[in-house]
């Protein structure tokens, strides 16, 4: 029995490292960080530590070739259109008006979006439940919560801002009107990349806060499986976590620009 998991942990890095090797032509997306972070995404799912990934912003034929190659080698991949339930938790305090406004504006669907699993239980689990991304992913609850409470109050200061007015609303909405809330993520984008350059969510502003939280140890997890899987890949994860924060705190552009052609040229060296 123990024999028997430790073959199939095995096989799984084999897996994990034929598909990183077969992907290597592919373009996933544009930038090396978010392109590292879709191949890290894949490879969770190819060796069976992680059920599902998504994959989105996907020119069209790349989108196309990834599919086919990895039905070709046993996984289940689809598109769909990504949508959204549109609701938010204040919807009770609004009216009628601003909750339609709202719902028919946040589950607007512009993203065609690759899922790929493993079985066909899983592709009837993203079925059943295709609005909830981030159970669905793997991550862990408090940043799933939290990203919706982020995103619940920047509404919330639109419908202010709108004095609960629904065609304001969709003023604002319809024209990307800014109400004075930062963009709820802006920080905690590279907080995560440098604390936990291995996960694929936005860490929670608790996660950040202390060592011992769940996406510490999802990221210690998926880090000791890359190291596995790619030891090159791992080594360009990090140093593109480090580069993202020095991106975050550069002063100047020139010092931002040059930062960014570094890290592509690390990344670049993943895909040699
Ligand atoms: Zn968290």
Known sequence: MILGSLVRVMLDIERARH??????????????????????SLLTVASRVRPIALFLDFEKAGLQRLKDLLINI?????????????????????????????????????????????????????????????????????????DQQAHDEFVAAIVRASHGDAHEVERHLKQNIQVGVTVPHEDNVPRTERLYPFVMHIACDSCLGTGDSPSSLLNQQYQSLVRDVDALLHDVLLQLGEKAWRIHTATSQDEKDILFAEAESIYLRALA
Do not use: M
């Not at 930038?31 to 590292?36: M, P």
């Not at 699993?117 to 689990?125: G, I, L, Y």
């Open 19 to 40: 598909v990183i090797t077969l992907t290597k032509g592919i373009h996933f997306t544009d930038g090396a960080f978010t392109d590292a972070r879709e191949r890290l």
């Open 74 to 146: 046993g996984f289940v991949a689809f598109v769909g259109k990504l949508r959204s339930s549109g609701r938010t938790s204040s919807d009770d305090s609004y009216t009628p008006e601003v909750v339609a406004v709202l719902k028919r504006y946040l589950s607007e669907d512009d993203h065609r979006a690759l899922w790929v699993c493993n079985s066909s239980e899983d592709r009837q689990r993203i079925r059943n439940r295709a609005t909830d991304f981030g159970a669905l992913l793997g991550y862990p609850e408090c940043c799933v919560h939290w």
